[in-house]
């Protein structure tokens, strides 16, 4: 019982210093477009596992879930697959591809899901959000998740995204906030100095992902050069989630 009522006093702690502290403003820095190392492959999929990650996938699913998504559905920057794992079990009727412009983390995908007997469910490919491979108008739905940062052109990968929808096709991205408050990223330098695996360091995660990050006016500006028949930006202390219908 003290040890439930210590950590709820810490998250109300945490909560108030997120919510009270001044947004930051810093200009973006470009990060790699996908993790080909190994080593560091493989410490982002233990990481992934980690119970922070599982809440944040669960919070994902019940937003595809607002959007009754239906068909073909493509998970862009798929990472280990743990995210099309729990849309595959959420949305049994669905047909999911995972897809990930680094082959190492294809290959970690398929070996992670190869025992969940998903069977013709679910597929891996590797693929560039730049050129993504799938025909005009061949998928229902796209999501994204911690990959818009990445996205060195984002404007043009929104119409690649725009490109394979049908028409009626939905997307939705989720992805940190660059104008996060200032504690979080106190709490992202924390962890990644006491925290994160040597090889997740050494690619200077997890802030150089919150530092890569774009703002919501930033993706309202991108997003509003192409042809979408509605979209609209939903902001959170220190993420977003975009979420679009092609015509």
């Known amino acids: 019982m003290v040890i439930w009522l210590v950590l709820a006093i810490l998250l109300v702690v945490v909560m108030v210093a997120l919510l009270g502290c001044a947004r930051v403003t810093i200009p973006r820095r470009a990060s790699a477009e996908g993790i080909e190392d190994p080593s560091a492959a493989q410490a982002y999929n233990r990481i992934s596992q980690w119970p922070q990650f599982k809440f944040l996938r669960r919070m994902i699913v019940g937003e ?14 798929c990472g280990p697959g743990y995210l099309v794992a ?3 079990k959420s949305f049994p009727h669905l047909h999911i591809i995972g897809a990930d412009i680094a082959n190492e983390m294809v290959q970690l995908a398929s070996k992670n899901l190869s025992s969940l007997s998903f069977g013709e469910q679910v597929e891996f490919r590797q693929g560039d959000i730049q050129a993504l491979p799938f025909d005009d ?8 998740t911690f990959s818009l940062h990445h996205w060195s052109e984002p404007s043009h990968s929104l119409k690649e995204i725009h490109r394979v929808l049908k028409p009626g096709g939905q997307f939705l991205i989720f992805d940190l906030r660059r104008d996060a408050r200032r504690f979080f990223y106190w709490l992202l330098g924390f962890a990644q100095t006491f925290v994160v695996p040597t090889p997740i360091r050494s690619i200077n995660e997890p802030t150089g992902s919150a530092r890569s990050s ?4 930033e993706a309202e500006a991108f997003l509003s ?10 902001p959170g202390i220190a993420w977003m989630f975009i979420w679009g219908q092609k015509d």
């Open 64 to 77: 595809i879930r607002k959007c009754h998504p239906e068909g073909i559905m493509v998970d862009v920057g």
């Open 86 to 88: 729990a849309m595959a």
């Open 137 to 144: 108008n061949a998928v229902d739905f796209v999501v994204s």
């Open 214 to 217: 774009y703002t919501p006016v």
């Open 225 to 234: 050069d192409i042809p979408w028949q509605q979209y609209r930006i939903k």
